[in-house]
């Protein structure tokens, strides 16, 4: 069974940092691009930040550039998350997801896995 399970999330007070952290289980993602997303009450899910099957090419939501990185380690089936100077407005649940293919995407149709994700909270 293909699993994804995010941990990491917290409450954190604005400008702290959290750091995320996706395992993934039942078969191995090294040769797809790996994505986070997140959802804030009342809103849509949001494209944050992907990377490419090897972890050499990212890409950020404008939202979240120069405060985030995402890596990867393979040999763990891992996927990170570093989040820096956090706002109140990053206030979501994340989630990780696993794509079909071995670039980095910011539509989530292109994604094909999902994990059930992990609460972020961040005060004022």
């Known amino acids: 069974q293909v699993q994804l399970v995010e941990s990491g999330g917290g409450l954190v007070q604005a400008g702290g940092s959290l750091r995320l952290r996706c395992a993934a289980s039942?078969?191995?993602?090294?040769?797809?691009?790996m994505g986070w997303f997140r959802q804030a009450p009342g809103k849509e899910r949001e494209f944050v930040a992907a990377?490419?099957?090897?972890?050499?090419?990212?890409y950020y939501a404008d939202s979240v550039k120069g405060r985030f990185t995402i890596s990867r380690d393979n040999a763990k089936n891992t996927v990170y998350l570093q989040m820096n100077s956090l706002k109140p407005e990053d206030t979501a649940v994340y989630y990780c997801?696993?794509?079909?293919?071995?670039?980095?995407?910011?539509?989530?149709?292109?994604?094909?896995?999902w994990g059930q994700g992990t609460q972020v909270t961040v005060s004022s």
């Open positions: 990377i490419s099957w090897s972890g050499g090419n990212t």
């Open positions: 997801a696993a794509s079909h293919g071995s670039t980095w995407y910011v539509n989530e149709y292109e994604y094909v896995y």
């Open positions: 039942g078969r191995t993602f090294s040769s797809v691009g």
